[in-house]
């Protein structure tokens, strides 16, 4: 019924699931309709409630409090049924599904389990357990009249309700991607391994029936060992598809401040009247918000750089990406950083009266600044280099 595992384990983990479960009641109270959150804190409550329940101290405290020997061993396995059906609960409104459906499975679900937790304590309360057992109650208590029943409705409502949460949990990979596919990847064989304990006490009882004491060790020393793989496994599967999207999220802002890191260094000291320019500390300023202010920033210099944006160098850049292979969009890409480049090289070198504008200039549309990153890519383009190299910088700029 419980395994050797330290109280401290049992009691920490215990208390770490009531105090997430504690967090979600706020939601709850507000979104009472909503049948996920119901069974997502039916799920942490039951879970909780077995760590602390199941700890060998608590067991012990149970059966005194009561005056009832063995109580514990209904309260522990009413508690795991519970946990079983609010897995299965929770699979079943998680996974896409037309609502009635959804709510016909539920219903189902709650009344067959409710069912089962009624006949452990009326089979409990038939049967006759004198002997107090902490470890082998299940071995010990195989061949007596409505234990022996109590103790298989419980592994076999168990075994059920984790294997059809594991095959649902795979089924339902298999149609979904990216953090939720691999959440569902761990879910499934963490309640595989559920369906691993009972048989293994299953077949511990058997060897009970046929006069056998030999597999007792399954009970009290294999099948406790699970448990820890099991609750990692799940722990993992639940968190992914929560965490996952934001980590991801995350990434891709780092990855374009990343990109964005050329084009920076390139225009950060471009002076730019009348924008606020403040400094953020990297260390403590979220990456969403760094993100926002480096891309205004880059936005308020090019648009100090617009009066000396040549398009006729643009325009040359551009050619020359073509003529060296490059596709439109990073021969574009290429095109915008030479150009921009250029111009602040001339903004930082007074400019003449501009020229006339060059044929075919006069109707040119005026030039909005593109997507940022892939200009800051292009930026050690060797284009832009040589554009560099040969373009004049005394030279005024055409009209943007």
């Known amino acids: 019924m419980t395994s050797g595992s330290s109280n401290a384990v049992f009691y920490a983990s215990g208390v770490g699931l009531l105090l997430v479960c504690a967090l979600k009641v706020p939601a709850l109270i507000r979104r009472r309709s909503d049948p996920l959150l119901r069974a997502a804190c039916l799920l942490l409550l039951a879970g909780g409630c077995i760590m602390l329940l199941a700890a060998p101290r608590s067991i012990v405290e149970l059966n005194r409090a009561t005056g009832v020997t063995n109580f514990a061993a209904p309260v522990v396995y009413a508690t795991t049924t519970a946990y079983s059906a609010a897995s299965l609960l929770l699979i079943i409104n998680w996974r896409p599904a037309p609502p ?26 038939a049967g006759d357990a004198p002997v107090e057992q902490l470890t082998l109650f299940d071995a ?14 419980y592994l076999l409502s168990h075994g059920v309700a984790a294997m ?27 309640y595989l391994l559920h369906v691993c304990y009972d048989i293994m006490r299953l077949s511990a009882v058997t060897a009970r029936w046929t006069g056998h004491q030999d597999l007792d060790f399954l009970i009290d020393q294999v099948s406790p060992t699970l448990a820890a793989p099991s609750a990692v496994l799940g722990a993992i599967g639940f968190a992914l598809p929560l965490i996952g999207p934001r980590i991801a999220a995350t990434t891709r802002i780092i990855r374009q401040l990343r990109h964005l ?8 000291h471009v002076p730019t009247p009348g924008a606020i320019r403040t400094t953020l500390p990297w260390w403590r300023t979220p990456p969403a918000v760094l993100l926002t202010w480096r891309r205004t920033a880059l936005y308020d210099a090019l648009l100090a750089l617009a009066p000396y944006f040549d398009h006729t160098v643009r325009r040359q850049a551009h050619h020359a990406a073509r003529r ?34 060059a044929p075919g200039d006069a109707h040119m549309p005026r030039w909005h600044p593109p997507d940022l990153v892939p ?6 383009s060797p284009v832009v280099l040589d554009v560099l190299a040969t373009t004049p910088v005394i030279e005024g700029s055409s009209p943007p």
């Not at 890191?261 to 950060?268: G, H, K, M, N, V």
Request: glycine fraction near 2%.
């Open 140 to 153: 010990y208590y195989a061949n007596t009249p409505y234990l022996r029943e109590m103790i298989v409705t």
């Open 164 to 190: 059809t949460t594991s095959i649902l949990c795979w089924r339902w990979s298999k149609q979904v991607n990216g953090t939720l596919r691999a959440g569902l990847r761990f879910l499934a064989p963490a």
């Open 100 to 125: 009635d459906r959804t709510r016909r499975a539920s219903r189902i679900c709650v009344t067959v389990y409710s069912l089962v937790i009624c006949a452990l304590f009326a089979l409990f309360r």
């Open 375 to 380: 200009v800051s890519l292009a930026l050690t």
């Open 261 to 268: 890191t050329p084009l920076w260094q390139a225009l950060r």
């Open 324 to 357: 060296n292979g490059h596709t439109e969009p990073t021969a574009s890409a290429i095109a915008d950083a030479a150009m921009i480049l250029t111009a602040r090289e001339r903004q930082r070198t007074p400019p003449p009266p501009p020229p006339p504008p």
